[in-house]
């Protein structure tokens, strides 16, 4: 199963799903906490407001090499997400994607109802938390809005989609020059649009990006959108002066706002942004647990691999706590199918 059909299998989804364990967040962190919970023998529901699994690695660079992740001496951000989602697929987790958890409450039948933006409703006997830096919202322009989904996009996440298309990527950040390079090779024409002269992306890549042919409008700013069904072409103003470039895409890699979201007011003790957790990663809330970003205690290491751990060490106390008596360790994976 690939990170497309989780997209469409998560599209509908009962007023209400029950699992032993939702997981708040679908990305590398989450997805192993729900593979790890699986490995356990427990039913997982991950839930992301983002559209597709991968947090910010699917939404921001699924093209980079990642070169920290333990066994992979360098892994696109896609391929990672891929492989983690092919690993917990066997365990079936149920996908709420797209959806914001507004409220955690406590459960009539023991354990956690998370409520949904919309109205759905999760039950879980645990609620493991990993949301990463906390809720992203991209940075827009004002004449986007209008052709966001037919046209207009943030991130990425197949390059294929924009085959032979003309596309206008916004923004002087690495993520605006990755996409650029990665794109050029596929679309039929790409062209980077940013107000500043100087770019904040990493110098090698900018180089590259002129090097290889795109095209690079700078000190200028899109400022309409036009297109009947779906987005046709843009204009953008440099100076006085007003260009029309044909568009059939235009990806607004403008950055994202994150903050806490609704998760601030679940009574979770904080700490600079962050939920406080012991060395269980357990939160002073019971049955509720933060992992990844997300999670505070002394001496972490903010690292993807670090993440993976805290993963695991949620889930197999998630093991415990729901079947008192089950040991703590999970035995090896070897002795079995992985399954």
């Not at 364990?21 to 962190?29: K, W, Y």
């Not at 507004?102 to 919309?118: H, N, R, Y």
């Not at 294929?160 to 916004?170: G, K, M, Q, Y």
């Not at 962050?274 to 002073?284: L, Y």
Request: net charge negative; charged share 20%.
């Amino acid at each position: 199963m690939n990170r497309a059909e989780v997209r469409v299998d998560a599209t509908a989804a009962d007023a209400e799903t029950s699992a032993d364990v939702a997981v708040v967040g679908a990305g590398p962190a989450g997805l192993y906490a729900a593979y790890c919970a699986g490995f356990r023998g427990l039913s997982s529901v991950l839930i992301d407001a983002l559209p597709e699994p991968g947090g910010q690695i699917a939404a921001l660079y699924p093209e980079k090499k990642i070169y920290d992740i333990a066994g992979h001496p360098a892994v696109r951000g896609r391929e990672l997400v891929d492989n983690l989602v092919a690993q917990v697929e066997p365990f079936r987790p149920v996908y709420l994607l797209g959806r914001t958890a507004v409220s955690l409450t406590p459960d009539e039948g023991g354990g956690w109802a998370i409520g949904l933006e919309g109205g759905q409703r999760v039950c879980a006997g645990a609620v493991v938390i990993a949301a990463g830096l906390g809720r992203a919202v991209p940075r827009t322009l004002p004449c986007l809005g209008p052709y966001r989904r037919r046209g207009v996009a943030y991130h990425v996440p197949r390059l294929d989609e924009h085959r032979d298309r003309d596309v206008v990527i916004v923004g002087g950040g690495d993520s605006a020059v990755d996409w650029a390079l990665a794109l050029a090779p596929i679309a039929r024409s790409v062209t980077v649009v940013h107000r500043r002269s100087a770019f904040r992306a990493h110098e090698h890549s900018v180089k590259q990006m002129y090097a290889c042919g795109i095209r690079v409008i700078t000190d200028a700013e899109v400022v309409a959108c036009h297109g009947a069904e779906r987005l046709d072409e843009v204009r953008v103003r440099v100076g006085e002066e007003q260009r029309t470039l044909p568009a059939q895409a235009l990806v607004a890699a403008l950055g994202f706002i994150t903050d806490l979201g609704p998760i601030a007011d679940w009574g979770l003790r904080m700490a600079n942004r962050q939920i406080v957790v012991d060395m269980t990663m357990r939160t002073n809330v019971p049955g509720v647990y933060a992992i990844g970003d997300m999670c505070s205690y002394e001496g972490r290491v903010p690292l993807v691999s670090v993440g993976f751990g805290e993963a695991a060490t949620a889930a197999n106390h998630v093991a415990v706590e729901l079947r008192p008596g089950s040991r703590l360790a999970p035995g090896h994976s070897t002795d079995t199918d992985g399954h």
